[in-house]
């Protein structure tokens, strides 16, 4: 190294703002970010987009070309904010969303600016423990007691690939072994299962869809027939996934059977409660959730059930150190991150490089405490059963009794084509876009759902058919 660096390119030094460059900066954000957030009551929850936005689509390319602020925040409102679904209007009541609180927001902005690396206990004792002390909430919450441990990720997605990939680590499901055993699940388990075992190498291992009865929860003397029938076949029964709180209609399924038949057989025991794991936090849903804490690993989505914004996940474990064997690695360079006795999150999950997602749980819950979200929630239990006798009174049929906030209808007249007449009223509600319900296929048969999951409920909206 020599003191002549004049042959170096100068830098720019556009990227580091000056403290009032910032504040012009952050004054657009922010009156932008208010402008949205009191407008939410005029705007709809779908825009039905007819036509393409071909000759605007350009700026969303990137080259040499600058733009400013006010450029991009206005092309920012009409083709992301104006297009699409509104996740945070109170008449979006379709694929289980959460709000996206604001104090949520502030705590990615400030976990952004501060760029702590939370994949490393090292790297940032703090940020860890923080993520820690939300496993350890989330985990006593669901029942578990001591030794257990987890990680916070995107979503339920990857929260599944994590469970299910330890589960074949722990249970040694490789090579042959994987021809001859046997997942056991049901019609109304999440697609991200699917996904998660093709992922972990298992896509040819045998998958069993368990019958369901009328209330589309998983019929145990069913799955103990098929388990006792596998065997019979020299089969080897490895994986039992129960829901608390399906995608469809909310169905939870019965916990405690389920562990029951898990225990007897030497089955890992998965519960997916990532609609419904959070309504732990009420009675009604301890009580409909009994059972979960024998589980050998829960999902849970607190961009559901917690109403912060998109990409926050939750995986549980029951035993740290299945979860621990199955996604640790080494490598030179990170010889200095080992600490003993401490786990790092990075070793009980696929990532290493990862945002610091602690930060927009823990300031929520620090700031208004566990109640205030307890209260929403059994808000949302009792939207749903009024929903439900609504819908009765206006000559829609229920599929199922609510188990929690999701409620299943559809339209039945005799003289129309049922499936029909149910895609012509999804039509019409989702051109309107003033709220937004989703669809799905239940016993063949098109079936709208309807979820309250949302702070704010629909208010002053009238639809008739």
């Given at each position: 190294?020599?003191?002549?660096?004049?042959?170096?390119?100068?830098?720019?030094?556009?990227?580091?703002?000056?403290?009032?460059?910032?504040?012009?900066?952050?004054?657009?954000?922010?009156?932008?970010?208010?402008?949205?957030?009191?407008?939410?009551?005029?705007?709809?929850?779908?825009?039905?987009?007819?036509?393409?936005?071909?000759?605007?689509?350009?700026?969303?390319?990137?080259?040499?070309?600058?733009?400013?602020?006010?450029?991009?925040?206005?092309?920012?409102?009409?083709?992301?904010?104006?297009?699409?679904?509104?996740?945070?209007?109170?008449?979006?009541?379709?694929?289980?969303?959460?709000?996206?609180?604001?104090?949520?927001?502030?705590?990615?902005?400030?976990?952004?600016?501060?760029?702590?690396?939370?994949?490393?206990?090292?790297?940032?004792?703090?940020?860890?423990?923080?993520?820690?002390?939300?496993?350890?909430?989330?985990?006593?919450?669901?029942?578990?007691?001591?030794?257990?441990?987890?990680?916070?990720?995107?979503?339920?997605?990857?929260?599944?690939?994590?469970?299910?990939?330890?589960?074949?680590?722990?249970?040694?499901?490789?090579?042959?072994?994987?021809?001859?055993?046997?997942?056991?699940?049901?019609?109304?388990?999440?697609?991200?299962?699917?996904?998660?075992?093709?992922?972990?190498?298992?896509?040819?291992?045998?998958?069993?869809?368990?019958?369901?009865?009328?209330?589309?929860?998983?019929?145990?003397?069913?799955?103990?027939?098929?388990i006792h029938a596998d065997r019979?076949?020299?089969?080897?029964?490895?994986?039992?996934?129960?829901?608390?709180?399906?995608?469809?209609?909310?169905?939870?399924?019965?916990?405690?059977?389920?562990?029951?038949?898990?225990?007897?057989?030497?089955?890992?025991?998965?519960?997916?409660?990532?609609?419904?794991?959070?309504?732990?936090?009420?009675?009604?849903?301890?009580?409909?959730?009994?059972?979960?804490?024998?589980?050998?690993?829960?999902?849970?989505?607190?961009?559901?059930?917690?109403?912060?914004?998109?990409?926050?996940?939750?995986?549980?474990?029951?035993?740290?150190?299945?979860?621990?064997?199955?996604?640790?690695?080494?490598?030179?360079?990170?010889?200095?991150?080992?600490?003993?006795?401490?786990?790092?999150?990075?070793?009980?999950?696929?990532?290493?490089?990862?945002?610091f997602r602690g930060l927009r749980?823990?300031?929520?819950?620090?700031?208004?405490?566990?109640?205030?979200?307890?209260?929403?929630?059994?808000?949302?239990?009792?939207?749903?059963?009024?929903?439900?006798?609504?819908?009765?009174?206006?000559?829609?049929?229920?599929?199922?009794?609510?188990?929690?906030?999701?409620?299943?209808?559809?339209?039945?007249?005799?003289?129309?084509?049922?499936?029909?007449?149910?895609?012509?009223?999804?039509?019409?509600?989702q051109k309107d876009g003033r709220?937004?319900?989703?669809?799905?296929?239940?016993?063949?048969?098109?079936?709208?759902?309807?979820?309250?999951?949302?702070?704010?409920?629909?208010?002053?909206?009238?639809?008739?058919?």
């Open positions: 190294m020599t003191d002549n660096n004049s042959n170096f390119p100068k830098a720019s030094f556009e990227l580091e703002e000056t403290a009032s460059e910032r504040k012009v900066l952050f004054e657009k954000i922010n009156d932008f970010s208010e402008q949205f957030l009191e407008s939410l009551p005029n705007r709809k929850a779908f825009q039905y987009n007819t036509h393409p936005f071909a000759n605007a689509d350009s700026f969303f390319e990137i080259d040499n070309n600058k733009a400013t602020m006010d450029n991009i925040l206005e092309f920012f409102e009409e083709r992301v904010l104006n297009t699409g679904l509104n996740p945070t209007s109170g008449g979006h009541l379709g694929y289980i969303p959460g709000g996206g609180i604001y104090s949520s927001a502030l705590a990615d902005y400030l976990a952004a600016v501060t760029n702590r690396y939370a994949g490393e206990f090292y790297a940032s004792p703090g940020a860890v423990r923080m993520e820690d002390a939300l496993i350890d909430w989330a985990g006593k919450l669901m029942g578990y007691d001591q030794g257990f441990g987890g990680n916070l990720t995107s979503g339920g997605s990857i929260a599944n690939l994590i469970a299910l990939h330890t589960a074949k680590h722990h249970k040694g499901i490789q090579g042959a072994e994987i021809l001859r055993s046997v997942v056991y699940c049901t019609a109304q388990s999440h697609h991200s299962v699917y996904k998660a075992l093709k992922i972990v190498g298992l896509e040819d291992i045998i998958v069993r869809k368990i019958q369901l009865d009328t209330h589309f929860r998983i019929c145990v003397d069913s799955l103990k027939g098929q019979r076949e020299g089969l080897r029964p490895f994986l039992l996934i129960g829901n608390a709180g399906s995608t469809d209609v909310g169905a939870v399924d019965p916990l405690v059977d389920l562990a029951k038949v898990a225990r007897k057989y030497k089955l890992w025991f998965h519960v997916d409660g990532a609609y419904g794991g959070f309504f732990m936090l009420i009675e009604r849903g301890k009580e409909k959730l009994k059972g979960i804490e024998q589980a050998d690993s829960v999902i849970l989505d607190p961009h559901k059930g917690m109403f912060l914004p998109y990409g926050s996940g939750i995986v549980l474990i029951k035993d740290i150190k299945q979860l621990a064997a199955a996604h640790t690695y080494t490598a030179n360079y990170m010889r200095d991150a080992h600490i003993d006795g401490q786990y790092s999150p990075s070793n009980l999950s696929p990532e290493l490089s990862k945002h749980m823990w300031l929520p819950l620090k700031l208004y405490g566990e109640q205030a979200f307890s209260d929403y929630l059994n808000e949302k239990l009792q939207l749903a059963t009024y929903l439900s006798h609504q819908i009765l009174e206006l000559g829609y049929q229920v599929v199922c009794d609510p188990d929690l906030s999701i409620v299943a209808f559809r339209l039945e007249l005799d003289e129309y084509d049922s499936d029909e007449l149910n895609k012509k009223v999804l039509d019409y509600i709220i937004f319900i989703s669809s799905t296929v239940l016993d063949n048969k098109l079936t709208h759902g309807l979820q309250y999951f949302l702070l704010e409920h629909i208010k002053n909206i009238s639809i008739c058919f």
